[in-house]
């Protein structure tokens, strides 16, 4: 009997020591809100992910204690929030009645910490693919970026938070500044 209470109390103090749930991280975006309308058009947006995992960073201490971020909205759903507002600055309406479609994929979007004794490395990477379905045909690009970075101490959330908002604005900087993407808009919506 006694060893069953070993075992058992053994078992429950293992659990207690597991991985305990991280906050969700809240991100930011900032769209690129254009001076003027240049536009008169009206399109459908819709979003997927399609990671095979739904975390968006990963804290690697070492010693198999890793620890996992979740996004406080889906990672879609914001991008594509930002992004509707940034056409609608251009005078891009979006519209759920809109013969045209622009499809965003978030392909990769994570921030990797290898968390050290006094130092870590924080390596973050996004790919957001865009596809854009019109009556005249179809048009399709990939945008990514890329950071890395090495910081004393201990990483934060809100370190981790920083470095994926900075990509994702960096992307929806080149997509506002995307000639090629804004001419095929421009003619074929």
């Given at each position: 009997m006694k060893k069953y209470i070993v075992i058992a109390t053994a078992l429950l103090?293992?659990?207690?020591?597991?991985?305990p749930v991280q906050p969700p991280l809240a991100l930011t975006l900032a769209p690129v809100i254009a001076s003027q309308?240049?536009?008169?058009?009206?399109?459908?947006?819709?979003?997927?992910?399609?990671?095979?995992?739904?975390?968006?960073?990963?804290?690697?201490?070492?010693?198999?204690?890793?620890?996992?971020?979740?996004?406080?909205?889906?990672?879609?759903?914001?991008?594509?929030?930002?992004?509707?507002?940034?056409?609608?600055?251009?005078?891009?309406?979006v519209s759920p009645s809109a013969p045209s479609n622009i499809a965003i994929n978030i392909e990769?979007?994570?921030?990797?910490?290898?968390q050290g004794?006094?130092?870590y490395d924080m390596n973050s990477e996004l790919q957001i693919a865009l596809l854009v379905t019109t009556s005249k045909g179809?048009?399709?690009?990939?945008?990514?970026?890329?950071?890395?970075?090495?910081?004393?101490?201990?990483?934060?959330?809100e370190d981790i938070a920083q470095s994926l908002e900075k990509m994702m604005n960096s992307v929806l900087n080149e997509i506002a500044n995307d000639g090629e993407l804004n001419q095929y808009l421009t003619e074929n919506l």
């Amino acid at each position: 009997m006694k060893k069953y209470i070993v075992i058992a109390t053994a078992l429950l103090l293992s659990a207690c020591a597991s991985t305990p749930v991280q906050p969700p991280l809240a991100l930011t975006l900032a769209p690129v809100i254009a001076s003027q309308t240049t536009n008169d058009l009206s399109v459908q947006v819709s979003s997927k992910d399609s990671r095979s995992h739904q975390y968006i960073a990963v804290i690697d201490s070492g010693a198999q204690n890793v620890e996992e971020f979740q996004p406080a909205e889906n990672i879609a759903a914001t991008f594509q929030s930002a992004l509707t507002k940034q056409f609608a600055s251009e005078g891009i309406k979006v519209s759920p009645s809109a013969p045209s479609n622009i499809a965003i994929n978030i392909e990769k979007a994570l921030v990797n910490v290898k968390q050290g004794l006094v130092k870590y490395d924080m390596n973050s990477e996004l790919q957001i693919a865009l596809l854009v379905t019109t009556s005249k045909g179809t048009f399709s690009k990939k945008y990514s970026a890329r950071s890395t970075k090495q910081e004393p101490l201990k990483a934060k959330p809100e370190d981790i938070a920083q470095s994926l908002e900075k990509m994702m604005n960096s992307v929806l900087n080149e997509i506002a500044n995307d000639g090629e993407l804004n001419q095929y808009l421009t003619e074929n919506l």
